[in-house]
């Protein structure tokens, strides 16, 4: 009896540590993008470290991007969490780190995505927002496209802006609720199609956003139409290199069950 019992326990122990395996292990060098599905261009897996690790810098915050072909059985909140904790995403102490997972769609097996945000993240972006707005309003439209570089980006700016503080999570809410979004008020995009439609010079033209609204408005209407297509507004795009080196590694962070996801 004893000895079926230790066959067992061996066995056990043998099929769980064969499962663990399948996470991936910590990328060697380390890197803030990890495409193992292969749904990013180089040049958009290039734009995102680069973007992710300046960000990294200015904040100390951690953003990890991870696509996987397949989540190997595991809940996509499970894999998320596990993948951000065996790595270390964040700084410790701070456990300021979070990782987007994206399991694209393939054939009959449904698209996933989940946003696992550390313990220091938690209050900062609360489950809610991120499912019912960045997930499903930023990032799964996108994703439905076969846009994965677009949904990625645009959920990735709002997350940015969050954490750096320009608004917070009941703000960008608020935006959504009214029918705008964080980049473009909606009563921007009212005032516009105001003087778009009754706005004529002398001559019978129209106004030019352009060249008669004022120098700020313009500049807004510009932030929101780069972040609408999916680039990242807030970052120099491109293969240029930022002054203070690339992403200098993992710090220790922690993860403690937060964050939302969804599928399609």
Do not use: C
């Not at 449904?110 to 609360?126: H, M, N, S």
């Amino acid at each position: 009896m004893m000895k079926k019992t230790i066959i067992l326990l061996i066995a056990v122990i043998v099929t769980a540590t064969s499962i663990l395996a399948q996470i991936p292990e910590r990328p060697q060098p380390e890197r803030l993008v990890n495409d193992f599905a292969h749904v990013l261009s180089d040049g958009e897996k290039q734009n995102m470290e680069s973007a992710l690790a300046q960000f990294a810098r200015k904040t100390s915050t951690q953003i990890v991007v991870v696509t996987v072909p397949d989540l190997e059985g595991y809940d996509r909140a499970d894999y998320a969490q596990r993948l951000g904790e065996n790595w270390g995403v964040g700084q410790k102490g701070n456990d300021n780190g979070l990782v987007v997972l994206v399991k694209p769609k393939t054939g009959n097996s449904r698209g996933e995505v989940f946003i696992a945000t550390g313990y220091g993240l938690e209050g900062v972006l609360p489950d809610a927002i991120l499912n019912t707005t960045i997930v499903n309003e930023e990032m799964i439209p996108r994703f439905k496209q076969n846009d994965y570089y677009g949904g990625l980006a645009a959920g990735l700016n709002v997350i940015m802006d969050i954490t750096r503080g320009e608004y917070t999570a009941a703000n960008y809410q608020e935006k959504v609720n009214a029918g705008g979004s964080a980049g473009i008020p909606f009563g921007i995009i009212f005032f516009v199609l105001l003087i778009a439609l009754f706005g004529r010079r002398r001559r019978g033209r129209f106004y030019s956003p352009g060249r008669s609204l004022p120098f700020w408005l313009a500049m807004g209407m510009m932030s929101g139409s780069q972040r609408s297509s999916g680039s990242f507004g807030n970052f120099s795009s491109g293969s240029g290199s930022f002054g203070g080196g690339g992403f200098g590694g993992f710090g220790g962070g922690s993860f403690g069950g937060g964050g939302a996801g969804g599928s399609w």
